[in-house]
């Protein structure tokens, strides 16, 4: 982390209602990212956005929505159309060359009940 | 799916070299090798990352071998902080700012 906040660290909600997760930067990187962990596997890339008002779907974009109004700042939306959304969801931000490191903030802990 | 094989767990006694190996034979010739680990429910940590040259932070060494098949990452002398998931991944330097494709990585253990 250093630089990149998320929070709340753990929420709760009800199924079928929305949430959205929030994560800001202030390393002034261009790129950004969330992705899902689920218990003892490895992460899986949501949505990305390289430039504000742009974003790309990665591969378990279903359910979810994001926006990229600023630069410093990219919420995730998890929608009632998510059929397992209880999981760890990570953000993370990188500079644009291609070599650049992706680094992750602490993390969002959502539990549905 | 991971370009990467990693054992699933290791241990380590505190002040010792940890050790911990990554195959990555279908790698090519612009593909970075990246090291991250996660310590239980906290974001994933950059540790380093090469390419063809073994490389070195104040975190851990790198050695990669000539052929770029294999790696491995050391931890001079782990402490108890150093008790995460470890994991290796390989990049496309051509492809953009894009995902990092995480497999199950390798659980250290550092023992007192």
């Known amino acids: 982390d250093g630089g990149i906040t998320q929070s709340p660290k753990y929420l709760f909600r009800k199924e079928g209602q929305n949430v959205t997760l929030s994560c800001e930067q202030n390393?002034?990187?261009?790129?950004m990212y969330w992705y899902r962990q689920d218990p003892g596997q490895g992460l899986r890339l949501i949505y990305y956005?390289?430039?504000?008002?742009?974003?790309q779907k990665g591969d378990i974009a279903e359910g979810y929505s994001v926006s990229r109004e600023k630069k410093e700042s990219f919420p995730l939306t998890v929608t009632s159309a998510q059929k397992n959304p209880t999981a760890f969801y990570l953000c993370?931000?990188?500079?644009?060359?291609?070599?650049?490191?992706?680094?992750f903030g602490p993390g969002t802990r959502l539990t549905v009940l | 799916d991971a370009k990467t094989t990693q054992p699933p767990s290791m241990d380590c006694a505190e002040g010792r070299a940890a050790n911990l190996p990554c195959n990555h034979s279908?790698?090519?010739?612009?593909?970075?090798v990246y090291w991250y680990r996660q310590i239980h429910s906290q974001g994933p940590q950059y540790i380093i990352h090469g390419l063809k040259n073994n490389e070195t932070n104040e975190m851990a060494s790198l050695i990669i071998t000539e052929d770029r098949k294999s790696s491995t990452l050391i931890l001079p002398h782990a402490t108890l902080r150093d008790t995460a998931v470890y994991y290796c991944?390989?990049?496309?330097?051509?492809?953009?700012?894009?995902?990092?494709?995480f497999g199950k990585g390798t659980k250290l253990t550092v023992n007192p």
């Open positions: 279908t790698i090519s010739g612009n593909e970075y």
């Open positions: 956005s390289q430039i504000v008002n742009d974003f």
């Open positions: 991944i390989v990049r496309d330097s051509q492809g953009g700012s894009e995902k990092l494709v």
């Open positions: 993370a931000s990188s500079r644009l060359r291609v070599t650049d490191t992706q680094y």
């Open positions: 390393l002034n990187h261009d790129a």
